[in-house]
């Protein structure tokens, strides 16, 4: 049998490869890769710019101005798709390459695909050292790209055309393993992008990938069962994996028919709309009074599609030390931490094998009332919070309080660091589901506007929800990376950027203080500046206005409010700036185990290093 071949460099069939490979959603056939976030240097202009340039109707490539926040925007784009689309991020060599490392960071803390290709140094290794190239003195071998290996799940570098035919289809299987997904990498060496090779046509068939679902032990379920049988007061934890999985319908039916209230962790935040009869808040350090006192009472915790982190836990003091738990979870790893009762599968496969197990048991009545109760009382309190007072300068939570009242049901929230989490979890109330992304696994500073506008994107086409991302960030945030509000001008794309201005770095200033520490280095009055009494201020509204976009400064909640109205008529980027409070929070009463001064000069250190040690004690160790 004769093998039937066709002659490409190895950048054009790996071009070609990407456009073959497609995914169903909403029961419709639809490109498994969706784009390209590229910017070019001498790495990858000659070879992958020129396949990449014959397809644009099929992949199309969008230009980015930095490559870590080119990277951010397709992680924004893979969450509001819920893994079911991947980006590409494709960059040069040495620093092009290196930039993109912090994005990997935060697709592989949270879990989330994106296909990485960077360019690499010679194969042949003649010209060497190239331009950009590091050198490792005993090992010729390492490039940049090596520094991938520790954020990424998988990794490779192309030394020879026909690496790819065996290289691509594991790097899409891993990116949509639900148990090990996450970002792939892969290297190409210049010179190999430019080598022709006689390719087997067949590796060019299209393919329609789908994502595995796969079932629970039907031990382990029946475990489980017996456990949740034996609870006096259990309680559901809703992570990101419940939404990554499908399941927030079959989640909500368990829930209401079982009598279990639900509560969620900052990934999980929005599989539940915020008024549904079994949502009793989030849970943890940026959580809500009621999550934390029904895991505090729970005897039985069903962990659904989550790694159960610190801010979830309070490091592990938010729960009874005698406490039971069932880890619901693809991954093998995070389902069997903590001595948890390991169900290793798909959350929606596993929610219809547990409900079958349970037969006709249901939670003694009165549980769900009394998180119906201890909820409302949260709400209450959110409500005091957000409610306008005659401060001269508003909150955090009184922001948020008016971008939730003006957004649509549709329109999605975005966040990642500083003090928008906090106040965001607590404060945002999800009015459809999977409106909400607060990147909070890596809290990766400059991931907010990059991630709108991927999420700006991932608005078109089936399973999308057609709403306008609303970004919430810090002003020191957006002085790290605000790059793509240009991008989203020039391409056209629609997104609300309201920028809090609280003179610095104020959320870790609050931090900083409450374990003693004086002020130092957070807030522009307390750091090396000309002036402290009137340091420099940046007018964000310019500045965005410089970058293309519609750009107002509101002094007041009611300029907000018109402000956010009138932005969310625009076409492309509108960015909103108001001065907010360094100082006002909505509190918390979990705990967080940080490093506090064994001894110090500093007396409030002191003290705060005896509560610390209190905190420790409380700590559930390894169980």
């Known amino acids: 049998m004769t093998r039937t071949t066709v002659r490409l460099t190895m950048s054009q069939a790996l071009v070609r490869y990407l456009c073959n490979q497609f995914t169903e959603i909403d029961g419709t056939r639809v490109p498994l890769f969706a784009g390209v976030f590229g910017i070019f240097g001498h ?114 570098r192309i030394t020879l055309p026909e690496q790819i035919i065996t290289s691509l289809p594991q790097a899409i299987a891993t990116m949509l393993d639900p148990a090990d997904c996450g970002p792939a990498f892969i290297g190409l060496a210049q010179d190999t992008q430019e080598k022709a090779f006689d390719y087997p046509e067949v590796f060019f068939e299209p393919k329609v990938w789908k994502i595995p679902r796969p079932r629970p032990d039907r031990d382990a379920v029946a475990e489980a069962a017996a456990l949740l049988k034996g609870a006096k007061k259990p309680l559901i934890i809703s992570g990101g994996g419940v939404r990554y999985s499908l399941a927030e319908a079959e989640l909500a039916d ?48 069903l962990a659904i599609g989550t790694r159960l982190q610190d801010f979830t836990t309070g490091s ?20 069997v931490k903590h001595r948890a009762l390991p169900v290793v599968g798909d959350a929606k496969e596993a ?113 999308a929800t057609g709403g306008t991302p609303i970004v919430m960030l810090g002003d020191g945030t957006y002085m790290m990376m605000n790059s793509d509000i240009y991008s989203a001008a020039l391409t056209g794309h629609r997104m609300v950027v309201v920028v809090c201005d609280n003179g610095g770095y104020a959320v870790i200033n609050r931090l900083q203080q409450f374990k003693g520490v004086p002020g130092f280095n957070n807030l522009l009055t307390d750091c090396r500046v000309q002036n402290r009494d009137a340091p420099l201020h940046v007018d964000f509204a310019r500045h965005a206005e410089a970058m293309g976009a519609k750009a107002r400064k509101v002094d007041s909640l009611a300029d907000l409010e018109e402000a956010v109205k ?47 040690d209190a905190i420790r004690a409380n700590q559930r160790v390894g169980v």
């Open 43 to 156: 790495g990858n202009v000659t070879c992958l710019s020129e396949a990449l340039e014959q397809v644009q109707d099929q992949l199309p490539t969008w230009r980015g101005q930095n490559e870590q926040s080119m990277a951010l925007a397709a992680i924004g784009f893979a969450k509001a798709k819920r893994r079911r689309q991947i980006m590409v991020a494709a960059t040069s060599i040495g620093p092009g390459a290196a930039n993109m490392v912090t994005a990997a960071g935060v697709a592989m803390t949270n879990r989330l695909p994106v296909l990485l290709l960077a360019g690499d140094t010679f194969a042949n290794r003649l010209p060497d050292p190239v331009l950009q190239q590091v050198e490792h003195f005993g090992d010729p071998t390492v490039t940049v790209n090596d520094a991938f290996k520790p954020v990424v799940r998988y990794w490779d």
């Open 254 to 301: 368990f829930a209401a028919r079982r009598g279990i209230p639900v509560v969620e962790t900052i990934a999980g935040k929005g599989a539940l709309t915020h008024h549904h009869p079994v949502h009793a808040g989030p849970i943890g350090i940026v959580g809500s009074t009621s999550a934390n006192v029904l895991a505090k009472e729970a005897d039985v915790i």
């Open 316 to 335: 592990w003091t938010a729960f009874a030390q005698d406490a039971k738990f069932i880890s619901v979870n693809a991954a093998r790893f995070d389902a």
């Open 351 to 463: 929610l219809a094998d547990l409900d079958a197990a349970l037969g006709d048991w249901a939670a003694e009545a009165g549980l769900m009332a009394r998180a119906q109760r201890l909820f409302a009382e949260w709400n209450a309190l959110v409500d005091d919070h957000q409610r306008p007072t005659n401060a001269a300068v508003p909150s955090y939570a009184q922001v948020v309080g008016v971008l939730n009242r003006v957004a649509g049901p549709d329109d999605t929230l975005i966040a990642a660091a500083g003090g928008t989490p906090g106040e965001v979890t607590k404060g945002w109330r999800v009015k459809n589901p999977n409106t909400f992304d607060c990147e909070f696994g890596f809290s990766c500073m400059g991931y907010e506007i990059a991630a709108g506008w991927g999420c700006a994107m991932a608005q078109e086409g089936p399973g």
């Open 566 to 612: 009138w932005a969310l008529q625009n076409e492309g980027p509108t960015v909103i700036s108001i001065v907010s409070d360094a100082f006002a929070w909505v509190p918390g009463d979990a705990d967080w185990d940080v490093g506090v001064p064994e001894v110090s000069s500093f007396e409030k250190v002191r003290a705060a290093r005896a509560a610390q």
